[in-house]
Nanobody
């Protein structure tokens, strides 16, 4: 059974930075395009960034130029460096496979990011 454990969230002021990490176990992690998702209060979960097994990346428009996704296949981890954070980035962040390509694994608990002064 695949387990996903996200970490690195917290409270940060607008303009600040955070680095999120996700550790995956129970899967051949390197085979899959991985993504970071977020769910803001009262909103649907959205896919914000993906990285393929070959390290090609894609971002939703609202985070382009501010967020950077990366992966370490040897450690089964995927990370999200978030810079120039805005209040609208406030959400619980999750990692999972790219939902456009594969059935999602069971969600982890996520890591909460709050951007506020």
């Amino acid at each position: 059974q695949v387990q996903l454990v996200e970490s690195g969230g917290g409270l940060v002021q607008p303009g600040g930075s955070l680095r999120l990490s996700c550790a995956a176990s129970g899967t051949r992690f390197s085979l899959y395009t991985m993504g970071w998702y977020r769910q803001a209060p009262g909103k649907q979960r959205e896919l914000v960034a993906t990285i393929s097994s070959g390290r090609s990346t894609n971002y939703t428009d609202s985070v382009k130029g501010r967020f950077t996704i990366s992966r370490d296949n040897a450690k089964n981890t995927v990370s999200l460096q978030m810079n120039s954070l805005r209040p609208e980035d406030t959400a619980v962040y999750y990692c999972n496979r790219d939902q456009r390509l594969w059935t999602l694994w069971s969600w982890g608990r996520g890591t909460e990011v709050t951007v506020s002064s």
